[in-house]
């Protein structure tokens, strides 16, 4: 009887065997390596996930403090702004001109039909702004009335220069009056 091998395993390997073994000496590397990219992907996608909503939580805390953070800016303005005035007051009294006294002539030199709106002290400038309704006279001439009796006072010695700045026709209340505003200097 004659023998017969069966061979299950027909490959004998004539130079493909180099494929193969360089795949089974790498495929373990090239798993590790996957493995370690998707588990870096997962620490920086973690990562970022923390990241973003730390970033989300203080985004939210910033907008709610914007109205408090303007609300400071507009007082901030405020002070700097009665702080110049109290400079300016300051400066006045210093002066030795008596406020009273600067009200008091100013508020004796009115006529009738002129009162005052508004009174500003900046620096060495006296600026109020009135309102002349038509009386006897007409607006012009109690407003040119109003300022030659302030010259008369002793308002004038302590503003030189008393002088309208502007005036111009307005409507209070349904009546015609004269706006104006006088402006005194040092």
Same mark, same amino acid.
């Given at each position: 009887m004659k023998?017969?091998?069966?061979?299950?395993y027909p490959y004998?390997?004539?130079?493909?065997?180099?494929l193969?073994?360089l795949?089974?000496?790498f495929?373990?590397a090239?798993f590790?390596?996957?493995?370690?990219?998707m588990?870096?992907?997962?620490?920086?996608?973690?990562?970022?996930?923390f990241?973003?909503?730390?970033r989300? %939580?203080?985004s939210?805390k910033?907008? *709610?403090? @914007?109205?408090? !953070?303007?609300? +400071?800016s507009t =007082?901030k $303005?405020?002070?700097?702004?009665?702080?110049?005035?109290q400079t %300016?007051y300051?400066?006045?009294?210093? *002066?030795? @001109?008596s406020? !009273?006294?600067i +009200?008091?002539? =100013?508020? $004796?030199?009115l006529?009738?039909?002129?009162?005052?709106e508004?009174i500003?002290?900046k620096?060495?400038?006296?600026?109020?702004v009135g309102y002349?309704?038509?009386g006897?006279?007409?607006?012009?001439a109690s407003i040119?009335?109003?300022?030659r009796?302030?010259?008369k006072e002793?308002?004038a010695?302590?503003?030189?220069?008393?002088?309208?700045?502007?005036s111009r026709k307005?409507?209070?209340?349904?009546t015609?009056?004269?706006?104006?505003?006088?402006?005194?200097?040092?």
């Amino acid at each position: 009887m004659k023998k017969i091998d069966i061979n299950l395993y027909p490959y004998t390997g004539n130079g493909d065997d180099k494929l193969i073994d360089l795949l089974e000496k790498f495929l373990p590397a090239v798993f590790l390596t996957l493995c370690g990219v998707m588990l870096l992907n997962i620490v920086l996608f973690v990562f970022t996930t923390f990241a973003l909503s730390a970033r989300n %939580d203080l985004s939210k805390k910033w907008k *709610s403090l @914007i109205p408090k !953070s303007e609300a +400071l800016s507009t =007082l901030k $303005k405020e002070v700097d702004g009665l702080r110049n005035k109290q400079t %300016d007051y300051q400066n006045l009294a210093g *002066s030795g @001109i008596s406020v !009273s006294q600067i +009200l008091a002539d =100013l508020f $004796k030199s009115l006529p009738e039909n002129i009162w005052l709106e508004e009174i500003n002290l900046k620096g060495n400038s006296f600026n109020f702004v009135g309102y002349a309704v038509r009386g006897k006279d007409d607006y012009l001439a109690s407003i040119q009335e109003f300022i030659r009796n302030l010259k008369k006072e002793k308002f004038a010695g302590i503003f030189k220069n008393i002088s309208l700045k502007n005036s111009r026709k307005n409507y209070l209340s349904g009546t015609e009056v004269m706006r104006f505003e006088v402006e005194c200097k040092n």
